[in-house]
């Protein structure tokens, strides 16, 4: 389901930026100083830095659905909340401020991710996807978290969605969907190195 919140945060923000013919990129990679490097265009990223239990939203009651004249009994999902470190990349600050102030007024605007952005499994969730802005409290060190990535500071909006986990429920399918081939050509660790990446289906 990370894998689903990824492209609907994807197809949220491309609406409500908007974001027109590609010109700007959504990344979930970590921003440190290789990825920086390897920019081409102007990016939006999202970084997942964080995963915890919601317990303040935790149920320990039993949930009773109803069909066809039989009662089906289980626990009810888990609330996971999911929390992203969103940051605005360009050749230029006043870009870079400007897509961050963008960024402010879509979350701002929508604290449930619309059902109209939802994909995968996400399309299933029953009721609706709570998510919003970290207050000052909870937000980590921002020091901290840079030095981890080896980059500069810089500013940026933690955001977070709260994610009903399911924990009956049976995965299908591979683990792993991409694999990546490092190729290199020249001298040992001199490169320059070619990646051939390789994606397996989806099982439905």
Do not use: C
Not at 29 to 52: C, F, M, Q
Not at 125 to 143: F, H, Q, Y
Not at 153 to 164: D, F, G, M, N, S
């Amino acid at each position: 389901m990370l894998a689903d919140l990824d492209q609907t945060l994807k197809q949220f923000l491309t609406r409500e930026l908007p974001i027109k013919n590609g010109e700007v990129e959504v990344a979930f990679s970590a921003p440190n100083r290789d990825w920086a490097a390897g920019r081409v265009k102007p990016t939006v990223n999202l970084y997942l830095y964080h995963i915890e239990e919601n317990t303040n939203l935790r149920r320990n009651d039993w949930v009773v659905e109803k069909k066809d004249g039989q009662a089906t009994k289980h626990r009810p999902p888990a609330r996971i909340n999911v929390t992203y470190m969103v940051t605005a990349w360009a050749g230029d600050a006043e870009d870079e401020h400007r897509l961050l102030w963008r960024l402010l007024a879509a979350f701002l605007k929508h604290p449930e991710l619309p059902e109209d952005v939802l994909q995968g499994d996400l399309t299933e969730a029953v009721g609706r996807i709570k998510a919003g802005l970290l207050s000052k409290d909870e937000m980590p060190n921002p020091t901290d978290l840079w030095n981890v990535l080896g980059n500069d500071i810089r500013p940026a909006i933690h955001y977070r969605v709260v994610l009903p986990l399911d924990v009956a429920k049976r995965f299908t399918g591979p683990l792993v969907l991409k694999k990546v081939i490092k190729v290199e050509q020249g001298l040992e660790g001199e490169g320059p190195f070619e990646e051939i990446v390789q994606e397996a289906k989806k099982e439905e």
